[in-house]
């Protein structure tokens, strides 16, 4: 059992290491740090279940269209990545949560892309919020 998880894990950080990641300046987000799976991509929209202030844990959720864009199979700071890439995912490393997909390049062919959320988004008393920084 101990190995398989050792696979899955190798796997994710050499799925990490392959792709085009955009990462943001550290210190911006840090959502993971109080809140836990299951985490959710689906349809622009990310969502998590994090701790308030008061200590209860409520399902969150932020619409990630407004925030995400894609530049020529990238995804960087913009809007609408949705409207050109397909097979959202997410993988998961020790300090970070990478939104994938597959984004269309300029030439229509796709490419697969990342964004590390976990550096843009915080925990605001159980609202995730998005930081421009």
């Known amino acids: 059992m ?10 994710a950080s050499l799925c990490i290491a392959t792709m085009n990641i955009n990462v943001a300046d550290a210190g911006c987000g840090d959502f993971v740090s109080s809140c836990r799976a ?8 990310f969502k998590a279940t994090c701790i308030t202030d008061s200590g209860r844990w409520v399902v969150a959720s932020i ?20 409207e050109s890439c397909e097979s959202l995912g997410i993988i998961r490393s020790s300090s970070d949560l990478i939104v994938t997909a597959r984004c269309k390049k300029f030439d229509g062919t796709l490419r697969d892309t990342g964004f590390d959320v976990n550096r843009r988004i915080s925990n605001n008393n159980g609202r995730l ?5």
């Open 2 to 11: 101990a190995s398989a998880k050792f696979l899955i894990f190798a796997a």
């Open 63 to 82: 619409n990630l269209a407004p925030h995400i864009g894609n530049v020529n199979g990238n995804m960087v700071g913009g809007s609408d990545y949705e």
């Open 129 to 133: 919020v998005f930081n421009n920084c």
């Open 38 to 45: 299951p985490f959710e991509h689906s349809q622009g929209f």
